[in-house]
Antibody, heavy 118, light 106 residues
Framework: EVQLVESGGGLVQPGGSLRLSCAAT????????MAWVRQAPGKGLEWVAN????????YHVGSGRGRFTISRDNAKNSLYLQVNSLRAEDTAMYYC???????????WGQGTPVTVSS | SYELTQPLSVSVALGQTAIIPCEGD??????VHWYQQKPGQAPVLVIY???IRPSAFPERFSGSNSGNTATLTISRAQAGDEADYYC?????????FGGGTKLTVL
């Protein structure tokens, strides 16, 4: 059974940083693109970033470029999102997702909440 | 940048057919995917590559893509189908989501 479990979210002050993690089980992690998608309270889904199987290609949403960095450790079956210079508008639930060919999200974690507030 | 437009809400009578559109320029040239999200839960893939349905979803859920509109159709709507529905495409190097449609079953 595919499982994605996010962690690392929490309350952080504006300008602060967090490292979100996603532990993957139930499939060959190194064979799939992975992604982060976020959802602000009461709002829609917003894609954050994708990363290729070997980490050689990464794509980030424009608003996150330079502040958000996606990475992965295939030896640990783990996906990460480093988020820096956090702003109030980054407050959201952050989901980890497995990406399938055609670029769609077949499996999702339950999310980790990030709140940016002083 | 590419944009997908969905109505904020769609209502359907119990047992009737709900149609949720997703509009985008020449969307027929793209693969469109749909997600269902119930309150407090993570999204779930309901249709991929325009019209393919994961085995977890019944045949009542179907998708199509033509012209500038992709469509998610839910036949014989049930109370349990009430949820937010999002369309999604891959454009160049960017994932684009529609704004989402809240389906209400009356």
């Amino acid at each position: 059974e595919v499982q994605l479990v996010e962690s690392g979210g929490g309350l952080v002050q504006p300008g602060g940083s967090l490292r979100l993690s996603c532990a993957a089980t139930g499939f060959t992690f190194s064979s799939y693109w992975m992604a982060w998608v976020r959802q602000a309270p009461g709002k829609g889904l917003e894609w954050v970033a994708n990363i290729k199987q070997d980490g050689s290609e990464m794509y980030h949403v424009g608003s996150g470029r330079g502040r958000f960095t996606i990475s992965r450790d295939n030896a640990k079956n783990s996906l990460y999102l480093q988020v820096n210079s956090l702003r109030a508008e980054d407050t959201a639930m952050y989901y980890c997702a497995r990406v399938n060919l055609g670029i769609y999200f077949e499996y999702w974690g339950q999310g980790t909440p990030v709140t940016v507030s002083s | 940048s590419y944009e997908l437009t969905q109505p904020l809400s769609v209502s359907v009578a119990l047992g009737q057919t709900a149609i949720i559109p997703c509009e985008g320029d020449y969307i027929r040239s793209k693969n469109v995917h749909w997600y269902q999200q119930k309150p407090g839960q993570a999204p779930v893939l309901v249709i991929y590559r325009d019209s393919i349905r994961p085995s977890a979803f019944p045949e009542r859920f179907s998708g199509s893509n033509s012209g500038n509109t992709a469509t998610l159709t839910i036949s014989r709507a049930q109370a349990g189908d009430e949820a937010d529905y999002y369309c999604q495409v891959w454009d160049s190097t960017t994932v684009v989501f529609g704004g989402g449609t809240k389906l209400t079953v009356l």
